[in-house]
Nanobody, 126 residues
Framework: QVQLVESGGGLVQAGGSLRLSCVAS????????MGWFRQAPGKEREFAAAIGGSGHYTYYADSVKGRFTISRDNAKKTMYLQMNSLKPEDTAVYYCAGDLRGRLRVGLRVIDFGAWGQGTQVTVSS
């Protein structure tokens, strides 16, 4: 089992940037396909991006494609989400997810992952 801790959230103006980090504990971090989800107030948690264990394969939701970049540093057991050109509609709690049960793809669901971080708040002001 992998344990996950996110950081890097905050308040930013529209058009600005933030970088989220997710630090994992566990010996086999590089074998885990991982992802980022987000949950806006009153809405369900939704898929944002995913990355394979080697870092070579990445997938994005249409809503963030071209603005967000997912990456990982297996030596540091850390996954990142670089968020550029932020919009007010990107405001949400962002969650790191690990231990994918199934195939890496776009549109992954909450139930596809077995490990979650506690979340970090991202607020984009207009």
């Amino acid at each position: 089992q992998v344990q996950l801790v996110e950081s890097g959230g905050g308040l930013v103006q529209a058009g600005g940037s933030l970088r989220l980090s997710c630090v994992a504990s566990g010996r086999t971090f590089d074998f885990y396909d991982m992802g980022w989800f987000r949950q806006a107030p009153g809405k369900e948690r939704e898929f944002a991006a995913a990355i394979g264990g080697s870092g070579h394969y990445t997938y994005y939701a249409d809503s963030v494609k071209g603005r967000f970049t997912i990456s990982r540093d297996n030596a540091k057991k850390t996954m990142y989400l670089q968020m550029n050109s932020l919009k007010p509609e990107d405001t949400a709690v962002y969650y790191c997810a690990g231990d994918l049960r199934g195939r890496l793809r776009v549109g992954l669901r909450v139930i596809d992952f077995g490990a979650w971080g506690q979340g970090t708040q991202v607020t984009v002001s207009s």
